[in-house]
């Protein structure tokens, strides 16, 4: 069965602490993307999206482990969650862009 609707969440300063929220639709296909600067608005739009009927949920790579791991907890199962990571040589590239003056 294919997946119809998927959730991408997106943690970074800048972002409203309550969060902010679009959906992009497509042909049989719907990405909703929520973007905030704290935990735990993620970890509510986590719950909403499952209760919503999403099917998929990914993190960006602004989530830490234990940020990661506090959204796993509160889906407790009920939607498949996974996370956007670097290689080696891609996260040494992002370390180096995000320490140059």
């Not at 929520?34 to 989530?63: L, R």
């Not at 889906?75 to 862009?97: E, S």
Request: with cysteine.
């Amino acid at each position: 069965m294919p997946i119809k609707n998927y959730a991408f969440l997106i943690k970074a300063d800048g972002y409203p602490v309550r969060g902010t929220q679009t959906t992009l639709p497509g042909d049989g296909f719907t990405t909703h993307i929520f973007a905030a600067s704290n935990i735990a608005a993620h970890i509510v739009a986590a719950q909403n999206f499952a209760q919503n009927g999403i099917e998929v949920i990914e993190t960006c790579g602004g989530f830490s482990d234990t940020d990661f791991d506090a959204v796993k907890n509160a889906l407790d199962g009920r939607v498949a969650l996974g996370r956007v990571t670097f290689d080696a040589a891609n996260q040494a590239l992002l370390t180096r862009f995000i320490t140059s003056p």
